[in-house]
T-cell receptor
């Protein structure tokens, strides 16, 4: 059964730092990978989608990569800002075409 | 605003009550989903509807009953819930369930508390 682990569970860094969030899968057979952001008390917003034929995607200060052979994905945030504070979740599409979710990394950017 | 709305945003109910959660999407999507999000746990997929047909029921207790009258609306009927059912219930929609590159769009959720 596919399981997703996100490390760290929580992270607090000063504004301006570059940071990396990690996501790993027990089964490397995933089709695509998404990163989402969730603000307190709100739903999820899709940030980046890496499709099965891709290795990375970039949007502004965000870069997500996917290494299927190792079952790992990283989300890189450059020049972090207080507005980046949120919980970040990764989800992979498994062989049943279902999204399998990590528990998230709670990120706090200190001004 | 993602184009997916949920009502109510907050709900407190007793164990003997019957209530319903509503989700509506304005994106022209054909698939809709119910998820349960408990504190510090991964999202749990509950139900999937694709073109109004239920395609997934992840061993959800029968005290949760979904209804999808059309591709734009999704309901979750609740009855005789337990305190451990307290959670954030999220609705999502996508173009087609299981499609390559398909992205889900989420509503803001309903925070449910069962007393």
């Amino acid at each position: 059964k596919q399981e997703v682990t996100q490390i760290p569970a929580a992270l607090s860094v000063p504004e301006g730092e570059n940071l990396v969030l990690n996501c790993s899968f027990t089964d490397s057979a995933i089709y695509n990978l998404q990163w989402f952001r969730q603000d307190p008390g709100k739903g999820l917003t899709s940030l980046l989608l890496i499709q099965s034929s891709q290795r990375e995607q970039t949007s502004g200060r965000l870069n997500a990569s996917l290494d299927k052979s190792s079952g790992r994905s990283t989300l890189y945030i450059a020049a972090s800002q207080p507005g980046d504070s949120a919980t970040y979740l990764c989800a992979g599409v498994d062989s049943n075409y279902q999204l399998i979710w990590g528990a998230g990394t709670k990120l706090i950017i200190k001004p | 605003e993602t184009g997916v709305t949920q009502t109510p945003r907050h709900l407190v109910m007793g164990m003997t009550n019957k209530k319903s959660l509503k989700c509506e999407q304005h994106l022209g999507h054909n698939a809709m989903y119910w998820y349960k999000q408990s504190a510090k746990k991964p999202l749990e997929l509950m139900f999937v509807y694709n073109f109004k047909e239920q395609t997934e029921n992840n061993s959800v207790p029968s005290r949760f009953s979904p209804e999808c009258p059309n591709s734009s609306h999704l309901f979750l009927h609740l009855h005789t819930l337990q305190p451990e059912d307290s959670a954030l219930y999220l609705c999502a929609s996508s173009q087609v369930a299981g499609g390559e590159g398909d992205t889900q769009y989420f509503g803001p959720g309903t925070r449910l508390t069962v007393l």
